[in-house]
């Protein structure tokens, strides 16, 4: 992956891509993209959504909110965001999930952390509304196990434009965790800092998959190692389309 070198943002006005992946994301798509223009406000920027494969109105309402759509037939997140930065013109990336809120502590936070001289990094994550009770505590130790070894999750990355291509982007043999991987790619540039406030991304796994299902469908992937991740296999919790009904 290759692209243009621009300069670092302490050195140059700050212009932001917001690159957001979707796939049949109609009924989070518009709470993220109003959460988007409200934290953005103040910085010059854009919000190019990739359109992976939906057969909902997740296109239409990316053009409705003044989003750049990017359609592809990928239906892989890791494809769907490198097509997001090929087609963004900021020199700054923050990557956000279809279903995730943030708020301008973050958007504040990730251009003050890169004009600092880090080489990127992400946000500690909260769930929305009401999860049971195992997944409170499924999800409290997942965040505490992950972000205590400074690892960015999907729903929320921020980098430089010259650092995204610098590290090759997300590597596209991977459908799942290959935000570890850009991870550790940033890390071999400088420094990878979390921002302690949490992003808002959302519980719905928690909600419509069983304590069971999710306990084995993880195991089995940690057990698997990155081939258990080099394809759609075993992944239909991240692939299935399976959508709640009603966001409240």
Not at 69 to 79: D, E, L, N
């Amino acid at each position: 992956m290759s692209a243009d070198k621009t300069t670092d943002p302490s050195t140059t006005a700050v212009m932001i891509s917001f690159i957001v992946p979707a796939y049949n994301e109609e009924a989070e798509l518009p709470g993220t993209l109003r959460a988007i223009r409200s934290a953005a406000a103040g910085y010059e920027h854009e919000i190019v959504l990739v359109n992976d494969g939906s057969t909902d109105a997740t296109g239409a309402i990316g053009e409705e909110f003044g989003a750049r759509v990017i359609s592809i037939k990928r239906r892989q997140i890791a494809a769907a965001r490198n097509a997001g930065a090929a087609a963004a013109r900021g020199n700054v990336f923050i990557f956000v999930d279809a279903d995730t809120r943030i708020g301008p502590e973050h958007v504040r936070g990730a251009v003050e952390a890169l004009e600092n001289g880090c080489a990127g990094g992400g946000a500690w994550l909260a769930t929305d509304r009401e999860i049971p009770r195992w997944g409170r505590i499924f999800f409290r130790v997942f965040t505490i196990l992950y972000f205590g070894l400074n690892l960015g999750a999907g729903a929320f990355l921020f980098t430089t434009r010259e650092n995204f291509f610098a590290g090759g982007g997300f590597d596209e043999i991977y459908f799942a965790g290959e935000e570890i991987f850009f991870t550790i790619a940033l890390k071999r540039l400088g420094e990878f800092r979390l921002l302690r406030e949490p992003a808002m991304t959302s519980g719905r796994k928690l909600r419509m998959y069983s304590g069971w299902k999710i306990f084995t469908r993880s195991l089995s992937l940690i057990s698997g190692g990155p081939r258990g991740v080099m394809s759609r296999k075993k992944l239909d919790m991240w692939y299935g389309g399976d959508r709640e009904k009603h966001i409240g």
